[in-house]
C-alpha cells in the first residue's frame, strides 16, 4: 500500500512530460474509438451480439475444466500434441525444451501477449536462441528493447521519426521519412528472417473445444508465414481462450475486429486443425494465475477478455498516460484487473488510475463490467489494508479515511451538503483563486474551476419553478421570459 502512489502516477508523470507525444497519442486512440463505434451502429444486431458473446464466455469459464479436456482430446485427435503449464516458467521451460530439443536456434514470432506476460524473448535469448518478433510493431518495440504499449497497437506511443530512427539505429535502414517507405524496409528485412527461421510461435485468438481447432486473427499476415514455412510451429495460449464449438466463433470474429480496430474483420484469420502434412503442432496453454481469478465470483467475467484493445482506446487515463506507466503485459482498464489479480500484492496502483467514467464496460464487446471490478478492487486494498499515516491522498491513508468518512457524512444529509455548498461558494467569490492551494491544487493544474455561481443548483431550480408557477396566473406574467442567473 505504502508505495501506491509511486507507481502509475510516477510513470504517467513521465509520459506527460512530452506534451506532443502525449497529445499525438490521445488523440490517434480517439480516432480508433470512433471508428469502432461507427463500425458497431453498422451492425443493428451489435448490442445482441454483445450480449450472447458474454454469456457463451461465462458458461465457458464455468465449465472450464470440461472444455479443457474436450479440447486435448479433439487436438490430438488432429496431430497437435497439447501441453499444460501451470504458470510463465513452466510455459517458458516447455518451449525453450521444444526447440533446444530439435537443434533449433532461430525462431519467429507473431504477436502473442501470453509470450510477453510469460517473458519468453529474454528467456530464449539467454539460452541462445534469436527470435525474431514479426508484427511490424511488435518489431520496432523489439528493437528499442521495450516492451508493447498497447495489446493490438505495440507502438502506438511512438511517431514516424522514432521509427525511422529506431531502423536507422538497429538496422542501418537510410533515412526515411514516411511510414511506406519503413514498412517496405521492415517488410525486406523479416522476409530474411521468415527464410532462415526453423519454428514460428503465434498466440491463440480462439481455440474451439468441439473441434480440436485454433484460430489465429492478424492484419500482417505474418503469422501465416512463420507457420507455413518452419517444420515445427508452437502456439501459446491462456486457458481462457476457449470457445465451445464452431458455431460460436462467428459471434466473436464479429466483435473482435470491430472493437480493435474498426475493421469489419481482420485481414487473416486462420484456421489450424494439427499440423500441415511433414511438420508438428504444439499447443502450449497457461494458467498463470488465471485460476486464481476463476475462483472469484465478482472477477471471473474479466477471463472473458478477449484482447481487443477497445477498453484502453476508450479510457481517458491510458489515452492521456499511455501504455507504458501500467507497467504491465495488459494495460489500460482490463490489465489493472488481470494484473494485481494474478499477482496478488503487484501492481496496486493501478485500479486507482480509473476516474471510474465506465467508458470501458461501455464499449466492452463481451461486457465485462470493468470499472464496477475496478472499484471493487480499490475498496479491496482499502479494507484490508491498516490505516497508515503516509501521504493524505494515498488511497488506504489516514487522511484519506478521515475525507471519506467526511464526505460520507456531508453527502448523507441534505441540509449539510447544501450548507457546505454555501461555504464553498461565498469562498469562491471572495477569493477566486482558492482552488490553487491545499488538497485541490493538482486537480485544478491542469484544468479551469468555472466561476461560482451566487446560489446554488437547488436554489436556482426553485426560483424558476416559482417563476413558472406564478407565470401560469396571467396578473403575474412577466413581460419577458425568466432567465437563469
Ligand atoms: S476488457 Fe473488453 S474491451 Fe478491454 S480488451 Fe478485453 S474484451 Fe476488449
Same mark, same amino acid.
Given at each position: 500500500?505504502?508505495?501506491?502512489?509511486?507507481?502509475?502516477?510516477?510513470?504517467?508523470? /513521465? %509520459?506527460?512530460?512530452?506534451?506532443?507525444?502525449?497529445? %499525438?497519442?490521445?488523440?490517434? @486512440?480517439?480516432?480508433?474509438?470512433?471508428?469502432?463505434?461507427?463500425?458497431?451502429?453498422?451492425?443493428?444486431?451489435?448490442?445482441?451480439?454483445?450480449? /450472447?458473446? #458474454? &454469456?457463451?464466455?461465462?458458461?465457458?469459464?464455468?465449465?472450464? !475444466?470440461?472444455?479443457?479436456?474436450?479440447?486435448?482430446?479433439?487436438?490430438?485427435?488432429?496431430?497437435?500434441?497439447?501441453?499444460?503449464?501451470?504458470?510463465?516458467?513452466?510455459?517458458?521451460?516447455?518451449?525453450?525444451?521444444?526447440? $533446444?530439443?530439435?537443434?533449433?536456434?532461430?525462431?519467429?514470432?507473431?504477436?502473442?501477449?501470453?509470450?510477453?506476460?510469460?517473458?519468453?524473448?529474454?528467456?530464449?535469448?539467454?539460452?541462445?536462441?534469436?527470435?525474431?518478433?514479426?508484427?511490424?510493431?511488435?518489431?520496432?518495440?523489439?528493437?528499442?528493447?521495450?516492451?508493447?504499449?498497447?495489446?493490438?497497437?505495440?507502438?502506438?506511443?511512438?511517431?514516424?521519426?522514432?521509427?525511422?530512427?529506431?531502423?536507422?539505429?538497429?538496422?542501418?535502414?537510410?533515412?526515411?521519412?514516411?511510414?511506406?517507405?519503413?514498412?517496405?524496409?521492415?517488410?525486406?528485412? +523479416?522476409?530474411?528472417?521468415?527464410?532462415? #527461421?526453423?519454428?514460428?510461435?503465434?498466440?491463440?485468438?480462439?481455440?474451439?473445444?468441439?473441434?480440436?481447432?485454433?484460430?489465429?486473427?492478424?492484419?500482417?499476415?505474418? #503469422?501465416?508465414?512463420?507457420?507455413?514455412?518452419?517444420?515445427?510451429?508452437?502456439?501459446?495460449?491462456?486457458?481462457?481462450?476457449?470457445?465451445?464449438?464452431?458455431?460460436?466463433?462467428?459471434?466473436? @470474429?464479429?466483435?473482435?475486429?470491430?472493437?480493435?480496430?474498426?475493421?469489419?474483420?481482420?485481414?487473416?484469420?486462420?484456421?489450424?486443425?494439427?499440423? *500441415?502434412?511433414?511438420?508438428?503442432?504444439? =499447443?502450449?496453454?497457461?494458467?498463470?494465475?488465471?485460476?486464481?481469478?476463476?475462483?472469484?465470483?465478482?472477477?471471473?467475467?474479466? +477471463?472473458?477478455?478477449?484482447?481487443?484493445?477497445?477498453?484502453?482506446?476508450?479510457?481517458?487515463?491510458?489515452?492521456?498516460?499511455?501504455?507504458? $506507466?501500467?507497467?504491465?503485459?495488459?494495460?489500460?482498464?482490463?490489465?489493472?484487473?488481470?494484473?494485481?489479480?494474478?499477482?496478488?500484492?503487484?501492481?496496486?496502483?493501478?485500479?486507482? #488510475?480509473?476516474?471510474?467514467?465506465? $467508458?470501458?464496460?461501455?464499449?466492452?464487446?463481451?461486457? =465485462?463490467?470493468?470499472?464496477?471490478?475496478?472499484?471493487?478492487?480499490? *475498496?479491496?486494498?482499502?479494507?484490508?489494508?491498516?490505516?497508515?499515516?503516509?501521504?493524505?491522498?494515498?488511497?488506504?491513508?489516514?487522511?484519506?479515511?478521515?475525507?471519506?468518512?467526511?464526505?460520507?457524512?456531508?453527502?448523507?444529509?441534505?441540509?449539510?451538503?447544501?450548507? @457546505?455548498?454555501?461555504?464553498? *461558494?461565498?469562498?469562491?467569490? *471572495?477569493?477566486?483563486?482558492?482552488?490553487?492551494?491545499?488538497?485541490?491544487?493538482?486537480?485544478?493544474?491542469?484544468?479551469?474551476?468555472?466561476?461560482?455561481?451566487?446560489?446554488?443548483?437547488?436554489?436556482?431550480?426553485?426560483?424558476?419553478?416559482?417563476?413558472?408557477?406564478?407565470? &401560469?396566473?396571467?396578473?403575474?406574467?412577466?413581460?419577458? !421570459? !425568466?432567465?437563469?442567473?
Amino acid at each position: 500500500m505504502k508505495a501506491l502512489l509511486g507507481q502509475h502516477p510516477a510513470r504517467a508523470r /513521465v %509520459f506527460l512530460a512530452d506534451a506532443e507525444r502525449a497529445r %499525438f497519442h490521445d488523440g490517434a @486512440l480517439w480516432e480508433i474509438r470512433r471508428r469502432r463505434d461507427r463500425r458497431a451502429r453498422d451492425l443493428p444486431e451489435w448490442e445482441a451480439l454483445r450480449s /450472447v458473446a #458474454a &454469456q457463451i464466455k461465462a458458461h465457458t469459464v464455468g465449465r472450464l !475444466p470440461e472444455y479443457l479436456e474436450q479440447f486435448e482430446e479433439r487436438a490430438a485427435r488432429h496431430g497437435a500434441v497439447v501441453h499444460f503449464a501451470r504458470d510463465a516458467a513452466e510455459h517458458n521451460r516447455i518451449v525453450l525444451e521444444l526447440l $533446444s530439443s530439435r537443434g533449433i536456434s532461430r525462431v519467429v514470432k507473431s504477436k502473442s501477449m501470453l509470450t510477453e506476460e510469460c517473458g519468453l524473448n529474454p528467456w530464449l535469448e539467454r539460452h541462445g536462441i534469436e527470435v525474431t518478433d514479426t508484427d511490424l510493431g511488435e518489431l520496432i518495440v523489439q528493437l528499442r528493447r521495450e516492451p508493447p504499449s498497447h495489446i493490438v497497437l505495440p507502438a502506438i506511443h511512438l511517431r514516424t521519426q522514432d521509427v525511422a530512427e529506431t531502423f536507422t539505429r538497429t538496422l542501418g535502414a537510410p533515412p526515411l521519412t514516411d511510414a511506406i517507405s519503413l514498412t517496405r524496409f521492415a517488410r525486406e528485412h +523479416l522476409r530474411a528472417k521468415f527464410l532462415a #527461421a526453423q519454428a514460428g510461435i503465434t498466440g491463440v485468438n480462439f481455440a474451439i473445444a468441439e473441434t480440436g481447432g485454433i484460430v489465429v486473427c492478424t492484419n500482417e499476415g505474418n #503469422a501465416d508465414l512463420g507457420t507455413s514455412l518452419p517444420g515445427l510451429h508452437i502456439a501459446c495460449m491462456g486457458l481462457e481462450k476457449l470457445i465451445p464449438r464452431a458455431a460460436d466463433l462467428g459471434v466473436f @470474429l464479429r466483435l473482435l475486429a470491430r472493437s480493435a480496430t474498426g475493421q469489419a474483420i481482420t485481414a487473416y484469420t486462420s484456421h489450424h486443425h494439427g499440423p *500441415r502434412p511433414g511438420a508438428e503442432l504444439h =499447443i502450449v496453454i497457461v494458467d498463470n494465475g488465471r485460476s486464481l481469478i476463476r475462483a472469484e465470483p465478482e472477477h471471473r467475467r474479466a +477471463l472473458a477478455c478477449i484482447r481487443c484493445g477497445a477498453c484502453m482506446n476508450t479510457c481517458p487515463v491510458y489515452r492521456r498516460s499511455g501504455g507504458h $506507466s501500467y507497467a504491465t503485459h495488459v494495460p489500460g482498464p482490463i490489465g489493472s484487473i488481470l494484473s494485481p489479480l494474478q499477482q496478488p500484492g503487484e501492481h496496486t496502483s493501478l485500479p486507482h #488510475a480509473c476516474t471510474l467514467c465506465g $467508458s470501458c464496460s461501455a464499449v466492452c464487446p463481451v461486457g =465485462i463490467d470493468l470499472h464496477e471490478q475496478l472499484l471493487l478492487l480499490r *475498496r479491496r486494498q482499502v479494507d484490508g489494508a491498516p490505516a497508515t499515516a503516509s501521504r493524505a491522498a494515498e488511497p488506504g491513508s489516514r487522511g484519506k479515511r478521515w475525507l471519506g468518512a467526511l464526505v460520507a457524512w456531508t453527502l448523507s444529509n441534505p441540509r449539510r451538503f447544501a450548507r @457546505l455548498g454555501a461555504c464553498v *461558494r461565498w469562498v469562491g467569490r *471572495r477569493w477566486p483563486g482558492f482552488s490553487r492551494f491545499g488538497p485541490f491544487s493538482a486537480w485544478v493544474a491542469t484544468r479551469e474551476l468555472p466561476p461560482l455561481p451566487a446560489r446554488s443548483f437547488q436554489e436556482q431550480y426553485a426560483e424558476r419553478r416559482r417563476q413558472l408557477v406564478l407565470a &401560469q396566473k396571467p396578473e403575474h406574467a412577466p413581460s419577458s !421570459p !425568466p432567465r437563469l442567473p
